[in-house]
């Protein structure tokens, strides 16, 4: 017995399961359905949404270059891709921004030492809040 192969329309992006490319009609169109270049197991093991990622890829990929360019702007202005970008970014941001605070924080105890051993400096004497200094 032959294996299922996995169909799409290139014109409406219906797809379905069929073991000869004879049977594999659109009930909606009534075109010849085009066979995707992934096992029917595969397919099957994908979300709905790595489906309809997989088939668009597919249809987009097959269409006219005016088709192509009437899609660009959608995928400059995706909010989704640009929201989870920006979200990545953002966390990049934080982790970076924690080592440089915990890095000033070393360098302004590293400074506050070094003033206390070279030159016997005491922050807490009466004579440094005079002067206003403040370690």
Known sequence: MRELSVYYCPKCGYYGYYQLQRNAVCPKCREDMVTLSISYQDFMDLSCEARDELLSAHIVAASSPYVRRLLAPHKVNNNREIIARMGEHITELEIENEKLNKTIEWMHQTIWELM????????????????GIDP
Do not use: A, Q, V
């Not at 206390?116 to 002067?131: A, C, I, M, V």
């Open 116 to 131: 206390r051993k070279t030159k016997g400096f005491d922050p807490g004497s009466e004579e440094n809040s005079k002067t």
